[in-house]
């Protein structure tokens, strides 16, 4: 990956709808190098997708949350399809410390997040920790590029 590579990418996360041709006049290089690079990166799997960022609020899914699991190995063959499943988890990693999972979630209403909760105690047990405000929200990563 070189500077360029750096400075396609870091545009596609300020604004993923850029055209190959905004892109080409905005780099100074051709549109064909342009495509060339972009499947390079879609096919060296750099880029995984494309997405549009949503404003949960108004999508009626007010209440995020991340919740921590604690789960036993010999779980997760069980635990990764049924999380897969529910569309409400934003994210889910495996960490370290006292909890194994962490989970990005978000929900209509605490009733639901509580029902989410219940649900997970069959696998261990549960920490969450719901959210009052996010001062910087998901921004993705901005290379920094040489001039």
Do not use: W
């Not at 495509?35 to 009626?60: C, F, K, M, V, W």
């Not at 635990?79 to 529910?86: A, C, L, S």
């Not at 959210?131 to 993705?140: C, D, E, H, L």
């Amino acid at each position: 990956m070189d500077e360029l590579d750096k400075k396609i990418l870091t545009l596609l996360q300020q604004q993923g709808r850029l055209s190959i041709k905004k892109l080409s006049e905005t780099l100074f290089i051709t549109a064909p190098a342009v495509s060339q690079r972009l499947r390079h990166l879609e096919e060296s799997g750099l880029i995984q997708n494309y997405q549009a960022t949503i404003d949960y609020e108004r999508a009626s899914l007010p209440i995020k949350a991340y919740v921590h699991l604690s789960i036993e190995p010999h779980q997760k063959p069980e635990f990764y399809p049924f999380i897969q499943k529910i569309p409400n988890v934003l994210e889910c990693d495996c960490v370290t410390g006292p909890y194994s999972m962490l989970m990005k979630v978000v929900f209509e209403s605490t009733r639901s997040l509580d029902q989410f909760i219940n649900d997970l105690h069959k696998f261990g047990r549960t920490n969450t920790q719901i959210v009052f405000s996010t001062p910087v929200s998901a921004r993705g990563y901005f290379f920094q590029t040489e001039h």
